[in-house]
């Protein structure tokens, strides 16, 4: 079961069905290593101008954020599979739901830490 609220999702990855979950932490790991803002992200996404790096950068956090034991060269094999259309989709609705939702504090890591 997700729950909306916390920006989570079920994605279908070809044959695989995952809750997904952005954190803000994870967003701001993706920005990171991406070299760009979340938004930027997205908007090269849209206009069919992001890498599979790209892709992967923002799918594997997410399904690792829905709770999933999963690895980057898992989630590589996924999309694979299902092929990078289908990729880019699931990471456009990963995107989507993290920029509309306002993640609560809960599974952020740093809000975690200050409460102990």
Do not use: F, H, Y
């Not at 939702?101 to 952020?108: A, P, R, T």
């Amino acid at each position: 079961m997700v729950n909306p609220q916390r920006g989570e999702l079920l994605l279908k990855l070809g044959k695989e069905n995952l809750k997904a979950r952005l954190t803000i932490d994870a967003i701001i790991r993706i920005e990171q290593t991406v070299g760009t803002s979340i938004v930027q992200i997205a908007q090269r996404l849209s206009e069919g101008k992001s890498t599979i790096l790209e892709v992967l950068n923002v799918l594997t956090p997410a399904i690792k954020g829905g709770g999933n034991d999963i690895n980057e060269k898992k989630v590589k094999d996924m999309i694979w599979s299902a092929g990078l259309i289908e990729g880019m989709r699931c990471a456009g609705e990963v995107l989507t739901v993290a920029l509309n939702s306002g993640l609560s504090d809960e599974g952020n890591e740093e809000a975690e830490e200050n409460k102990k």
